[in-house]
Nanobody, 111 residues
Framework: QVQLVESGGGLVQPGGSLRLSCAAS????????VDWYRQAPGKERELVAS???????YYAESVKGRFTISRDNAKNTVYLQMNSLKPEDTAVYYC?????WGQGTQVTVSS
């Protein structure tokens, strides 16, 4: 049984930073592409960042230069380091691998 557990969300002021974590059981992250998505109220879920089997990364234009996706193979965990956060980054952030999704973690950027 595959389980993805996100953590690290919270309330942060504009310009601040957060690091999201996605820990997996039942699947090996290093053998799959892993994605971070987000969904803001009233909007569709959008792809934020991806990391491939080989470690290549992809970022949405809106987060490029501010967010960094990484993977710790020993911990079977993928991270999303988010810097210079903006109010428009407010959303529920989800980890995804193949057809499995985590429960999401809320990120709120507000003063």
């Amino acid at each position: 049984q595959v389980q993805l557990v996100e953590s690290g969300g919270g309330l942060v002021q504009p310009g601040g930073s957060l690091r999201l974590s996605c820990a997996a059981s039942g699947i090996i992250f290093r053998s799959n592409v892993v994605d971070w998505y987000r969904q803001a109220p009233g909007k569709e879920r959008e792809l934020v960042a991806s990391i491939t089997i080989g470690g290549s990364t992809y970022y949405a234009e809106s987060v490029k230069g501010r967010f960094t996706i990484s993977r710790d193979n020993a911990k079977n965990t993928v991270y999303l380091q988010m810097n210079s956060l903006k109010p428009e980054d407010t959303a529920v952030y989800y980890c995804n691998v193949v057809r499995w999704w985590g429960q999401g973690t809320q990120v709120t950027v507000s003063s």
